[in-house]
């Protein structure tokens, strides 16, 4: 049997997501377990000998608008960093940074495609 507290609404399926009496229930516990803070078991620090896991967001979207896709990969990432901290693994979920410009580029060449011009036009 679990310690955990019986999750509210099993019973029965709302016909849409409903998400105050599950964030009511479940938000105190999680808290009180400190799954909301990094390091060792919501310490804030990580504990020696403890496995680690570390995760990295890809690079901001600058060449489109957002979708569904980014924010079922960012879900996947989260639910994975969450996971790993409440199993005690010293966790780091590292925002990522688009190092090489690449993204931007392609936007800035478009803009300039549009304007009748490359980015050899500009020397």
């Known amino acids: 049997m679990s310690d955990l507290p019986q ?8 016909k849409s997501f409903e998400p105050a009496a599950l964030e009511a ?13 990094a390091g060792h078991r ?6 020696a000998g ?3 896991f570390s995760i990295q967001l890809p690079p901001p979207n600058v060449t489109g608008t957002l ?3 980014h924010a079922f990969n960012h879900t996947i990432m989260d639910s994975l960093t969450r996971y790993h901290r409440m199993r005690g693994f010293n966790t780091l ?4 940074t688009d190092h ?24």
């Open 7 to 14: 999750q509210p609404g099993l019973q029965s399926l709302a």
């Open 100 to 123: 090489a410009g690449i993204a931007t580029q392609i936007v800035v060449e478009r803009q300039l495609q549009e304007q009748g011009q490359s980015r050899h036009d500009l020397g």
């Open 42 to 47: 919501g310490t804030g620090q990580p504990k």
């Open 93 to 96: 979920w590292v925002p990522g």
């Open 50 to 52: 403890e496995p680690g």
């Open 25 to 37: 229930h479940w938000g105190p516990e999680w808290e009180k377990r400190g799954y909301a803070v």
């Open 67 to 69: 979708h569904m896709g």
